[in-house]
T-cell receptor
Framework: GESVGLHLPTLSVQEGDNSIINCAYS??????FIWYKQESGKGPQFIID?????DKRQGQRVTVLLNKTVKHLSLQIAATQPGDSAVYFC????????????FGAGTQVVVTP | ETGVTQSPTHLIKTRGQQVTLRCSSQ?????VSWYQQALGQGPQFIFQ???????GRGNFPPRFSGLQFPNYSSELNVNALELDDSALYLC???????????????FGPGTRLLVL
C-alpha cells in the first residue's frame, strides 16, 4: 500500500550546523503532514505541521518544506543543538479528514560536539 | 509536556493473556487515537475514538478493541496476546469536530508491553 518513507535512517550533524531531514510520501490524496520528534523512552513530540495549500512553514528554529510535485517533505533544523538528538518522524494523514496518521520509519539524528 | 497520560508505564504479560491499557486525554480534547510502535519502527494506527464511538480502524485484528468514556479518556484492550504484540502503545489526543477536522494529535509517553 501507499506509505510514508524516509531517505536516510541516520543523520550525523555537528553542533551548530543546520540539519535537513527528508521524507518521501506516496499518497497523493494526503493533504496534511506533521513532523514529530521522539526521544528515547518518550512519546512523539509535535514539532511542526503543514497543510497541502502551503509549501513552506516556519517555527522556532525549524522549517518544513512541502513539494507536492515530487511528493517530498523536509524538515530543516537551524543551529542544531545536542538536545535535538532524537528520532524524527514524518507523518501524513490517511486520506480522511480526521487526521489519522501514517508514519514513516524515522530518521535518527545524532548531534556531535 | 502534552497533558496526555498513560498507564501503566510498563507491563509484562504471557502469551494468551489479556491486557488493558489506559489513556487520559489532554483537557479540551474529545478524540483519542491509539498507535502501536514496534522497536525501531514508526507508530502504526490501531483505531480512533470520537465522542465514545470508534471512528476508523487500522489493519489490526478484532482482538484489539477499545473504549472511550464520557470524560474522553480511553482504554485499549488486547485479548489472546501474542509475542508480536510486544511494543510501545501510544495514545494521542486531539480536538475533533462533527464534520471532521484535522487537528494536531498530541501523544502520551506510551505503555511498554512485553509479551513472553
Amino acid at each position: 500500500g501507499e506509505s510514508v518513507g524516509l531517505h536516510l535512517p541516520t543523520l550525523s550533524v555537528q553542533e551548530g550546523d543546520n540539519s535537513i531531514i527528508n521524507c518521501a510520501y506516496s499518497n497523493s490524496a494526503s493533504d496534511y503532514f506533521i513532523w514529530y520528534k521522539q526521544e528515547s523512552g518518550k512519546g512523539p513530540q509535535f514539532i511542526i505541521d503543514i497543510r497541502s495549500n502551503m509549501d513552506k512553514r516556519q517555527g522556532q528554529r525549524v522549517t518544513v518544506l512541502l513539494n507536492k510535485t515530487v511528493k517530498h517533505l523536509s524538515l530543516q533544523i537551524a543551529a542544531t543543538q545536542p538536545g535535538d538528538s532524537a528520532v524524527y518522524f514524518c507523518a501524513e494523514n490517511m486520506g480522511d479528514s480526521w487526521g489519522k496518521l501514517q508514519f514513516g520509519a524515522g530518521t535518527q539524528v545524532v548531534v556531535t560536539p | 509536556e502534552t497533558g496526555v497520560t498513560q498507564s501503566p508505564t510498563h507491563l509484562i504479560k504471557t502469551r494468551g493473556q489479556q491486557v488493558t491499557l489506559r489513556c487520559s486525554s489532554q483537557s479540551g480534547h474529545n478524540t483519542v487515537s491509539w498507535y502501536q510502535q514496534a522497536l525501531g519502527q514508526g507508530p502504526q494506527f490501531i483505531f480512533q475514538y470520537y465522542r465514545e464511538e470508534e471512528n476508523g480502524r487500522g489493519n489490526f485484528p478484532p482482538r484489539f478493541s477499545g473504549l472511550q468514556f464520557p470524560n474522553y479518556s480511553s482504554e485499549l484492550n488486547v485479548n489472546a496476546l501474542e509475542l508480536d504484540d510486544s511494543a510501545l502503545y501510544l495514545c494521542a489526543s486531539s480536538w475533533g469536530l462533527a464534520g471532521g477536522s484535522q487537528e494536531t494529535q498530541y501523544f502520551g509517553p506510551g505503555t511498554r508491553l512485553l509479551v513472553l
